[in-house]
């Protein structure tokens, strides 16, 4: 990675640096300061700050009368130094001709590489810029040895970076470095040749032979005139290869397609692009800058316009005037290339390296296109780095390492800033063990933390949370701010989530996650309204400059209008909310179809569920399919966001071990692309066919949550199996007649109950996952109605029923039974409905006895410490525990012993209950148990009634199952 702001300081061997053409100008007016950038290397707290290139960095802040502009961030301060001199020369918009007079030494220097290019000793250099030197030696007649002006401006690093030093537009107009490549050229007019009108250079005097010989090019044995690379000489004639290029049309009714470029042995690459282009020969190219990695050969051709010549030359004799060309602008090479393209252009990948004299080549298909295009978007990216174009999504949060899957969110967003010219992302980090260790200078960040939870307060209410998680923290935690600059150092956004973490570097993924997610939803549609982007900049936790992020982000708009033209008018609906995929109205699933055994495994949130899965496309009533994309293992975190919502839903559905199929509507064209190997026929398919996706997808496997893996690897029986104990245990003993299940999740107690001989007669559930209540609707139903009755012959059951709804909502149906059962249920919800629900329960639905469990929050450090052990997987699951404060990724809080047992106390006194406490899963000592017990009494009031008020009106819940063993089955799914 480069640091930012690098290349615009590479060349400072000159004299007149700008912070020298500052001093002219500005004398003792100009004042810099330079500032380390982070108060921790100051106040001796390293580890406090992160920052991605190292602990010791510069920034510089310079004042001038009338401006003041602050420098990136630096390794050197010398380099912060000059990068803020720049800065304001560009602001001040220093004349580059008087900039150029001032600096005769640059172009000096300037000259003297043109010169050197042209020597003997470049010629058997390995360079880029030097094998189309010897490449030009072969061509034919009138252009032997002649060299186009545009691979000198872009294949020479060194010469494009004194044209910048000479002239910063050059910066953002590379195209400019021709213009001083011409002139430099006209100072040498007796050593090279330049002809008027046209774009190339040529040596006088011929090389030397041996010089030729040196550099590994011979006399073609057959032909004089000829000269071929000794590499590719064997046979004595030329060889041919067919290299795969794609043509992008800059009329945008032009579909984008493949070409083939005929490159011969003996011949000059450019002038295959040239003719390709319907030009005469590479002289009459421009070349873009690299395309994705600075190493990359992957470039745009296309035709220099006459237009633009003829400001070349009077940018040559004028030398004031800025030349720009036009000509019509291509849209959708100039989103890929970040730098204006006009006309059709060719993307390739050709050139030559400094490894090798041979030419380099690498295929680019149509379908690579496609890549490059999503890939300049947040969730393309990521679509990318998991292989799965159209089953992933950008997930929504960031868990755990272990729980994340593709590229991490820190790399995405660096690419990201790269492949957008954007100056690398500056993360720092707080500690909150250093905030509470106390130190003088700490102060100011200990105070930011508590802002930061008053904040949380005001958002939603539930203060305690937010200070017992805080308090709860052993180990300390981080939170991490990012922000993001321009290439010039503009602010662009800022993110600083609240969030905190065990993990450094997972406060920096989360941070960089949500960078990730707002941006995205200005990529799915530029045109979308500032208020929209603010809403989700708020909800994000990010601060963004409107102009600069504008300004970064200009080429987007163009492309957005590229693809809203490349799929038929009005079809590509972009959705503003972050969870969409990609919303076409009535994009839905069709023809859903399940099939195979009912293994009783499915995924439920926060697991990780595997599949395979396969999607073709096909044509509706026709017998075509054709295969885009599929993979035999694809692993996710369920309820993450991390994949397609459609294709979630439909696993949601399933058990391990079935398989599903059903289609949807066509997403966005360039997807399909970026899938299929061949994009002519899914092309000419498309156009001629009513088509859809097709989803195939098995269910593999389901790893369950940290805390049911931990439960059953460390109690045995596991530890839910033991609250269901002490729950029936209780239930036989109260004698009850009538009982019901708060939260009753898939019916694990309901359904145990009826193993044993009981008193109760009637029995309910309540929960509001619909999937665990029809799981447990199939589980009560088959058993209940199982012909041999065994099970239930020794029960009095009368009826059992599942309701959907909220136990905090009240509903009169479940008023005064004779005992209630909330089983690891609160935690789920926030604190204050755990408040409510509690207060519901005594107060209203009055159970003689309610029993509630809760997980003890002081017993995960022993299921910590015992989940450490030798296997990978578990080590996977260290990791993860050390991030997860608590056993599951659903837990809303975990309580310790006094926790629970204020809440309780407050609840039983204030109801008119007795409470006890006690648990199970470990022998009560110190920690206490692992899950903890507390088992509420209603005191005996005589004969207490119920407020007339809460009468048979208040029926909140919604029947989803009902049994009773007079019609002994009826079934309301
Ligand atoms: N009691 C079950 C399930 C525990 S999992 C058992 O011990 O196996 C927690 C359950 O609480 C989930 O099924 C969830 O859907 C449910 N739940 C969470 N908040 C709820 C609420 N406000 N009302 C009803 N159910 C709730
Ligand atoms: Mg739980």
Request: charged letters at 20%; proline letters at 5%.
């Amino acid at each position: 990675m480069e640091t930012e702001g690098a290349s615009s300081v590479t060349v400072r061997k000159t004299t007149c640096s700008p912070k020298a053409i500052i001093h002219q100008k500005f004398g003792s007016n100009a004042c810099y300061k330079t500032e380390e950038v982070h108060e921790s290397a100051q106040n001796g707290c390293p580890g406090l700050a992160f920052v991605q290139k190292g602990p010791c960095l510069y920034r510089c802040t310079l004042q001038l009368p009338e401006i003041t502009v602050v420098s990136g961030i630096f390794k050197k301060k010398k380099d912060a130094e000059q990068s803020a001199a720049e800065l304001a020369l560009e602001k001040l918009n220093i004349d580059p001709a008087a900039k150029s007079s001032s600096l005769p030494e640059t172009w000096d220097d300037l000259v003297s590489r043109v010169k050197y290019l042209f020597s003997d000793e470049f010629l058997s250099s390995l360079h880029p810029l030097s094998g189309h030197f010897r490449a030009a030696l072969q061509r034919e007649g009138h252009l032997s040895g002649l060299i186009p002006a545009c691979a000198i401006a872009v294949f020479d690093v060194t010469l494009g970076n004194l044209c910048k030093s000479i002239d910063p537009k050059v910066e953002s107009n590379p195209f400019l470095i021709i213009s001083h490549v011409m002139r430099a050229a006209a100072r040498l007019s007796g050593f090279i040749a330049s002809s008027e009108g046209e774009l190339w250079i040529r040596r006088k005097n011929p090389y030397p032979p041996e010089i030729i010989e040196l550099s590994s090019i011979q006399q073609n044995p057959n032909n004089p005139e000829i000269i071929v690379s000794s590499s590719i000489q064997q046979s004595g004639f030329p060889e041919i290869f067919m290299v795969e290029a794609v043509s992008i049309p800059c009329s945008l009714e032009k579909t984008v397609e493949r070409v083939i470029l005929n490159l011969t042995s003996s011949g000059y690459f450019l002038d295959v692009i040239a003719k390709q282009l319907g030009l005469l020969e590479a002289a009459d190219l421009m070349i873009s800058r690299p395309i994705g990695k600075a190493s990359s050969e992957t470039r745009m051709y296309f035709a220099a316009p006459k237009k633009y010549l003829l400001d070349i030359y009077s940018d040559l004799l004028n030398p004031k005037e800025v030349c720009s060309f036009g000509g019509t602008l291509n849209a959708r090479a100039s989103y890929l290339s970040g730098q204006d393209i006009y006309g059709d252009a060719i993307l390739a990948t050709i050139g030559y390296t400094w490894r090798s004299k041979d030419l380099f080549y690498e295929e680019v298909s149509v379908k690579s296109y496609y890549r490059m295009l999503i890939g300049k978007t947040p969730r393309g990216l990521y679509r990318l780095s998991r292989g799965a174009i159209l089953a992933a999504e950008l997930p929504l949060a960031f868990s755990t390492n272990a729980k994340w899957k593709g590229s991490f969110p820190r790399e995405m967003l660096c690419t990201f800033c790269r492949q957008h010219r954007l100056s690398q992302p500056i993360f720092s980090t707080l500690s909150s063990l250093e905030e509470s260790s106390g130190s003088s200078q700490s102060h100011k960040k200990l105070r930011v933390t508590e802002l930061a939870v008053k904040d949380t307060q005001h958002a939603n209410g539930c203060a305690v949370a937010t200070v017992a998680k805080e308090s709860m923290e052993s180990g300390g935690s981080f939170r991490c701010e990012v922000k993001v600059f321009s290439k010039f150092q503009d602010l662009i956004l800022e993110c600083s989530p609240k969030d905190s973490f065990k993990k450094q570097s997972d406060a920096i993924q989360n941070s960089s996650l949500k960078v990730l997610l707002w941006l995205d939803v200005y990529f799915r549609d530029p045109n979308v309204p500032l208020e929209t982007l603010k809403a989700s900049a708020d909800g994000l936790d990010i601060r963004f400059e409107a102009p600069n992020f504008i300004e970064a982000f200009m080429l987007c708009q163009p492309l957005h209008n590229v693809l809203h033209n490349e799929i038929e008018e009005g079809k590509l609906v972009y959705a503003n909310s972050v969870n969409v995929p990609y919303a076409l109205p009535g994009h839905e699933i069709r023809s859903l179809n399940i099939e195979g055994p009912d293994s009783g495994v499915s995924p439920s949130n926060g697991s990780l569920s595997c599949v395979s899965y396969s999607v073709s496309l096909v044509a509706e009533g026709e017998h075509i399919k054709e295969l885009l994309e599929s993979s035999d293992d694809f692993e996710f975190e369920i309820a993450s966001g991390a994949v397609n919502p459609h294709l979630e839903s439909v696993l949601m559905q399933m058990y391990v071990g079935q398989s599903a199929c059903f289609s949807m509507d066509l997403p966005p064209r360039e997807l399909i692309f970026a899938a299929a190997d061949d994009s002519a026929r899914m092309l000419s398919i498309l156009s001629s066919k009513t088509c859809c996706l097709e989803y195939t997808i098995t269910l593999l496997r389901v790893t369950e949550p940290l805390e049911d893996r931990m439960e059953q690897a460390l109690f045995s029986p596991p530890l839910s199996k033991q609250r269901v104990e002490y729950a029936v245990q209780s239930i036989k003993e109260s004698c009850a007649t009538t009982l019901v299940d708060f939260g009753c999740g898939s019916g694990s107690l309901l359904d145990s109950l009826l193993n044993y001989p009981t008193s109760l007669e009637k029995i309910a559930g309540i929960d509001l996952s619909q999937k665990s209540l029809t799981r447990a609707a199939k589980i009560l139903n088959s058993k209940l109605n199982s012909n041999s009755d065994a099970d239930i012959s020794c029960t009095a059951l009368k009826s059992a029923i599942l309701y959907d709804g909220s136990v905090t909502n009240f509903d009169s149906r479940l008023c005064g039974f004779d005992i209630g059962t909330c089983l690891e249920v609160i935690e789920h919800m926030q604190e204050d409905q755990a408040h409510l629900f509690g207060n519901v329960a005594l107060s209203y639905f009055r159970p003689k006895i309610l029993i509630v469990s809760t997980p003890n929050y002081e017993y995960n450090v022993i299921l910590q410490k015992a989940t450490l052990s030798t296997s990978e997987d578990e080590l996977d699951e260290r990791s993860e525990s050390q991030s997860c404060k608590f056993r599951n990724h659903d837990h809303k809080f975990e309580w310790t012993r006094a926790q629970f047992n204020s809440w309780a106390t407050e609840l039983a006194t204030r109801h008119n209950y007795s409470v006890e406490f006690s648990g199970v899963g470990g022998s009560g000592d110190e920690p206490g148990f692992a899950s903890q017990i507390a088992v509420f009494r209603r005191r005996t009031v005589p004969q207490e009634d119920y407020p007339e008020d809460l009468s048979d009106s208040e029926q909140h819940y919604q029947v989803i199952w009902e049994w009773s063993s007079s019609d002994r089955s009826r079934s309301a799914l």
